[in-house]
T-cell receptor, first 112, second 112 residues
Framework: QQQVKQSPQSLIVQKGGIPIINCAYENTAFDYFPWYQQFPGKGPALLIAIRPDVSEKKEGRFTISFNKSAKQFSLHIMDSQPGDSATYFCAARKGSNYKLTFGKGTLLTVNP | EAQVTQNPRYLITVTGKKLTVTCSQNMNHEYMSWYRQDPGLGLRQIYYSMNVEVTDKGDVPEGYKVSRKEKRNFPLILESPSPNQTSLYFC???????????FGPGTRLTVL
């Protein structure tokens, strides 16, 4: 059972575009939703995270939108740059359970 | 520099030959974890450790062993590797289980 479903698998945008990556979850006990960014040959690194008591969180050009009733959250990248080309993973965690459950990842390509 | 290190970074081995992938962190983190990353499957947790001598299974523990005798080290042991364990492995650590996880650079393992 896939607890966190991520889409699309891959995404190509032009520089300046606004790629949107979506994730959906089933378990209403999840209460922490991070996004990780991974460049080729590197380990994932935390990009931004949100808790369900807020509907939106922005850090620089990266924004998480969270819809608790729909059990969905998404990552928006404003004014995307070629340097944003990477694989992005959403994840979820519940309460005091330390385990992170990851989505399958989205390969983003930003063309110059 | 605060970091998670893994060795080796690349390993090609044969079926049944025991191997160990080392993981070390210099941040005095309590929580450490191993993941494997496979195309189309994202990141899946193998084992995790909440502190010295405390370990537990993740989602895909079969065929793997771990130990946590020291706070800084969390080796992953494959007693009898098989080709289906060919994967990219990541070690991660966090100050405590609910904090941001920092990932190592990865170990690419091929089992022939």
């Amino acid at each position: 059972q896939q607890q966190v479903k991520q889409s699309p698998q891959s995404l190509i945008v032009q520089k300046g575009g606004i790629p949107i990556i979506n994730c959906a979850y089933e378990n209403t006990a999840f209460d922490y939703f991070p996004w990780y960014q991974q460049f080729p040959g590197k380990g994932p690194a935390l990009l931004i995270a949100i808790r369900p008591d807020v509907s939106e969180k922005k850090e620089g050009r990266f924004t998480i939108s969270f819809n608790k009733s729909a059990k969905q959250f998404s990552l928006h990248i404003m004014d995307s740059q070629p340097g944003d080309s990477a694989t992005y993973f959403c994840a979820a965690r519940k309460g005091s359970n330390y385990k992170l459950t990851f989505g399958k990842g989205t390969l983003l390509t930003v063309n110059p | 520099e605060a970091q998670v290190t893994q060795n080796p970074r690349y390993l090609i081995t044969v079926t049944g030959k025991k191997l160990t992938v080392t993981c070390s962190q210099n941040m005095n983190h309590e929580y450490m974890s191993w993941y494997r990353q496979d195309p189309g499957l994202g990141l899946r947790q193998i084992y995790y450790s909440m502190n010295v001598e405390v370990t537990d299974k993740g989602d895909v523990p079969e065929g793997y062993k771990v130990s946590r005798k020291e706070k800084r080290n969390f080796p992953l042991i494959l007693e009898s590797p098989s080709p289906n364990q060919t994967s990219l492995y990541f070690c991660a650590s966090s100050l405590q289980g609910l904090d941001t996880q920092y990932f190592g650079p990865g170990t690419r393992l091929t089992v022939l």
